[in-house]
């Protein structure tokens, strides 16, 4: 069974910058981390600065029968992108909303989502462990 972890722009920074808001653990050792602690899980991941490339693995994702479900943290293109949100009305496998930080704390243009009406859920604010909340609901689901 895979699960796939999909990150948008600047998350590839994660552990580099604002660590304050995004703190200090990289994706590639939070992986890393998931892949001992879910042993039976197998993650897929796509980090991409490129609205295109999220969109194309999205809809690949939909095609697999073996991916459970996805984690999706879009960064900026949550509250910018139309398309994207498109992409997650389309798909037939369960997307759970992500975010590190607590969006609802942060400018009001963060407030807005056009993803999250598509998805079975938000979980943002508790840093990588959003991430594990997720996984937890997946596999539970």
Request: negative net charge.
């Given at each position: 069974m895979k699960i796939a972890i999909v990150n948008g722009p600047n998350l590839n920074l994660v552990g580099q910058r604002e660590k304050e808001i995004y703190g200090e653990q990289t994706f590639e050792s939070f992986i890393a981390k998931m892949d001992q602690e879910f042993g039976g899980v197998e993650f897929v991941y796509l980090q991409s600065n490129v609205e295109g490339e999220l969109i194309n693995f999205l809809q690949e994702l939909n095609k697999q029968g073996d991916v459970k479900g996805i984690l999706l943290n879009a960064g900026g293109y949550t509250h910018t992108s139309v398309a994207l949100g498109d992409t997650v009305a389309a798909m037939a496998k369960p997307v759970?909303?992500?975010?590190?930080?607590?969006?609802?704390?942060?400018?009001?243009?963060?407030?807005?989502?056009?993803?999250?009406?598509?998805?079975?859920?938000?979980?943002?604010?508790?840093?990588?462990?959003?991430?594990?909340?997720?996984?937890?609901k997946l596999l539970n689901a």
């Open positions: 759970i909303e992500v975010h590190l930080s607590n969006v609802f704390q942060r400018e009001d243009f963060r407030h807005v989502s056009y993803i999250g009406r598509s998805t079975i859920g938000t979980i943002s604010g508790f840093g990588m462990e959003s991430y594990v909340l997720g996984i937890i």
